[in-house]
């Protein structure tokens, strides 16, 4: 079930001539980078609560200290239409805590193509096996019309910024690829017509850990914004998502009757179908102050019926202030309403608060959003119940030398998030219905509150020295899931253009 389409397309685009009659440039890039990476993570819930809740943790099992080793080749084609970028990067690395070494891989490819004046085609591929959460999101990248100089509103119904890999389970070595297809029409001044296809895989490759789940994830996706007059422009867009997990036998030898019936009993199947829809407008009559209305729908459908489907509707009603070139301010409030089955309907509000501020060296980015989703492509098995959360986050970024820059970052996540406790001894259940008024609903609290900063300093023209350090709280009703991290990295870095024709 190993299908990886970056190679493939490697081989297609590096023979790609070129089509649009202009002279191609080829630039091959080539660097390294060494340095240390330090992870800890303290488990804070009480031995006595761990017992109680029947769980274990080991305070060690995910904590490692590496050395890294990391070489990069890039190449990069352009022509006046079009551009063409390759990349590989294998991490080597030493683990002085379990005593172990191996190697992880990053790939990318993007390609875009000016067909017209109008009409530009992108593709984007990215490669990864990774034994670390933080360096992957599954994000959802659809087709989505480009507002020219807007701040982003917000999002449609259910949707979250991405459906991050989880390692609540504990560290494991994972493959993902992520391919997607992308094509615009701009037919008029901030009119775009937008297609688009994702093509994303997971694969878990220490198979032994049953609480992780590989799957395949397709979405196909269409937008549309349209400017109507002066101080009118309106958008519509949907997604349709398809998601194909591996079947997993429910670990009970099959008989040689069973065998030869076909009776073998099987898990219930973990597959779903995800609709999502969203409609816009946006007032533009009262100078720097735009006001829009923004509807969206998500619908969440699996194929095992005792899982409980859901429908998510979101109003936002939303308000951007243009205070200056460089202040811009954006607030959006409204009802959202969900259904579960075999839950009762939930009734809550979704919302997003937004400060951006840019200086001549820096830059300060400051955003809260409130909403309802559900997460199903997390990797882990069984979570994605109903997740009521907040989150928020601030950024900033300055220069301080032409060669030296500092970051500082925090932010803090409050989700309630709906778990089954199944009410039948028996799985699957005769009768989903049955079955679904039978389970009991708990909610799970957690919180998370991150900070970190780094500081780059570049020097000798091809050189870069970078340090950053990284901590979280996270508290949670599941003992298991409560801890402290912090992590802190230093790498010393050298890219340089190799060659050029």
Same mark, same amino acid.
């Given at each position: 079930m190993k %299908?990886?389409?970056?190679?493939?397309?490697?081989?297609? !685009?590096?023979?790609?001539?070129?089509?649009?009659?202009?002279? /191609?440039?080829?630039?091959?890039?080539?660097?390294?980078?060494?340095?240390?990476?330090?992870?800890?993570? =303290?488990? #804070?819930?009480?031995? &006595?609560?761990?017992?109680?809740?029947?769980?274990?943790?080991?305070?060690? @099992?995910?904590?490692?200290?590496r050395i890294l080793i990391r070489p990069l080749i890039a190449i990069d084609r352009s022509t006046e239409r079009s551009s063409l970028g390759l990349s590989y990067q294998p991490g080597f690395y030493y683990d002085y805590d379990n005593e172990e070494d191996g190697v992880n891989h990053a790939a990318s490819l993007s390609y875009r193509n000016q067909m017209s004046k109008a009409w530009t085609l992108s593709v984007i591929d990215n490669l990864l096996q990774s034994d670390i959460a933080e360096?992957?999101?599954?994000? &959802?990248?659809? /087709?989505?019309?480009?507002?020219?100089?807007?701040?982003?509103?917000?999002?449609?119904?259910?949707?979250?910024?991405?459906?991050?890999?989880?390692?609540?389970?504990? %560290?494991?070595?994972?493959?993902?690829?992520?391919?997607?297809f992308l094509s615009d029409y701009a037919y008029g001044q901030d009119s775009v017509f937008s297609l688009g296809y994702d093509y994303g895989i997971l694969r878990n490759d220490n198979g032994a850990n049953d609480d992780y789940q590989d799957f395949d994830r397709h979405q196909a996706s269409i937008a549309l914004a349209h400017r109507l007059d002066r101080e009118w422009k309106a958008s519509l867009g949907g997604r349709y998502v398809r998601g194909l997990y591996d079947e997993s036998d429910n670990g009970t030898p099959a008989t040689a009757t069973e065998s030869q019936t076909g009776d073998v009993a099987k898990e219930p199947s973990d597959d779903l179908k995800e609709y999502y829809a969203d409609a816009g407008v946006e007032y533009d009559g009262i100078a720097r102050h735009p006001l829009s209305l923004e509807y969206g729908l998500a619908v969440y459908d699996y194929d095992d019926a005792a899982r409980g489907d859901s429908e998510i509707h979101d109003l936002t009603f939303g308000w951007r202030w243009n205070r200056s070139p460089?202040?811009?301010?954006?607030?959006g409030a409204g009802p959202s309403y969900a259904t579960?089955?075999?839950?009762?309907d939930t009734w809550g509000y979704n919302g997003e608060i937004g400060a951006d501020y840019t200086i001549e060296r820096g830059r300060f980015h400051l955003g809260v959003q409130k909403g309802l989703e559900r997460r199903n492509f997390t990797g882990e098995v069984d979570e994605n119940g109903l997740i009521d959360y907040w989150d928020g986050r601030?950024?900033?970024?300055? =220069?301080?030398?032409?060669?030296?820059?500092?970051a500082l970052f925090?932010?803090? %996540?409050?989700?309630?998030?709906?778990?089954?406790? %199944?009410?039948?001894?028996?799985?699957?259940?005769?009768? /989903?219905?049955?079955?679904? @008024?039978?389970?009991?609903? &708990?909610?799970?609290?957690? =919180?998370? !509150?991150? #900070?970190?900063?780094?500081?780059?300093? &570049?020097?000798?023209?091809?050189?870069?020295?970078?340090?950053?350090y990284r901590y979280a709280d996270q508290t949670s009703d599941d003992p298991s899931d409560e801890y402290d991290e912090h992590q802190i990295m230093l790498t010393l870095s050298y890219a340089k253009e190799l060659f050029r024709w």
């Open positions: %299908r990886y389409s970056l190679p493939v397309l490697l081989a297609l !685009f590096t023979l790609y001539p070129s089509t649009d009659g202009d002279a /191609a440039v080829v630039a091959v890039r080539g660097g390294l980078s060494t340095g240390v990476d330090i992870y800890d993570r =303290q488990y #804070t819930a009480s031995p &006595e609560e761990l017992e109680a809740a029947g769980v274990t943790v080991d305070d060690d @099992e995910d904590d490692y200290q360096d992957t999101a599954v994000t &959802e990248t659809s /087709a989505a019309p480009q507002d020219s100089g807007a701040t982003a509103t917000p999002a449609a119904a259910g949707q979250s910024e991405g459906d991050r890999i989880t390692d609540k389970e504990g %560290r494991r070595k994972y493959t993902t690829n992520t391919l997607q460089h202040v811009t301010y954006n607030l579960t089955d075999g839950q009762d601030a950024d900033f970024s300055y =220069q301080l030398l032409q060669s030296t820059t500092v925090a932010g803090y %996540r409050d989700e309630d998030q709906d778990e089954v406790v %199944r009410g039948g001894a028996t799985l699957p259940p005769p009768d /989903a219905a049955q079955q679904l @008024e039978n389970d009991l609903i &708990e909610t799970v609290t957690t =919180q998370r !509150f991150y #900070t970190g900063c780094s500081l780059r300093y &570049e020097f000798w023209q091809w050189y870069a020295l970078d340090l950053s």
